[in-house]
């Protein structure tokens, strides 16, 4: 099975900052990583697909990088209507399934 | 735009079972996998299994293996996931998602339904 740790489970910063969040994967997934914003009582919103490609609609300062085992989720710019906890998420084939991250609660300081 | 509507929220007894209905709106399943994705109160995302709607196959995590059944009918564009045997830790917002450009992405979501199991 492959495992994913995301890091840090939780997170403060000011509006503009620049924030990252990081997903390691136990094992080669190359690009296979997407990234997700849930806000308090909504579902998921996908931000990020395939490691680095912005979902349509998704605001610029949203990115992504990585492949392999290593991957960072980076805001540049933070802005108050981003305050959610973020979930990266990969999927096998054998057996097929979907893992997610442990998620990364963002709030501002 | 797709959008998947869930139907609403289910109150059941422990030892019984829950089948929720997701129905594609303004697109269809087309060739994509629809996922099922539950959150417990204050806990994070657990994928539950997916279906292949045109090729009528399913997978399932192997936690839930032999309580958990995915389907869809292609024709109304409606999937559904049901769960027995239930217990009092499948209490949790139920979530379905489908697929999309990304090889491994759920681009579209329901907007969930509360599963609440009570005696």
Partial sequence: ?109 | QVQLVQSGAEVRKPGSSVRISCKASGGTFGTYTVSWVRQAPGQGLEWMGRTIPFLGVADYAQKLQGRVTITADKSTNTAYMELSSLRSDDTAVYYCARGGRGATALHYWGQGTLVSVSS
């Fill in chain 1, 1 to 109: 099975d492959i495992q994913m740790t995301q890091s840090p489970s939780s997170l403060s910063a000011s509006v503009g900052d620049r924030v990252t969040i990081t997903c390691q994967a136990s094992q080669d997934i190359n690009n296979y990583l997407n990234w997700y914003q849930q806000k308090p009582g909504k579902a998921p919103k996908l931000l990020i697909y395939d490691a680095s490609n912005l979902e349509t609609g998704v605001p610029s300062r949203f990115s992504g990088s990585g492949s392999g085992t290593d991957f960072t989720f980076t805001i540049s710019g933070l802005q108050p209507e981003d305050v959610a906890t973020y979930y990266c998420q990969q999927s096998d084939n054998f057996p097929p399934r979907i893992t997610f991250g442990q998620g990364t609660r963002l709030d501002i300081k």
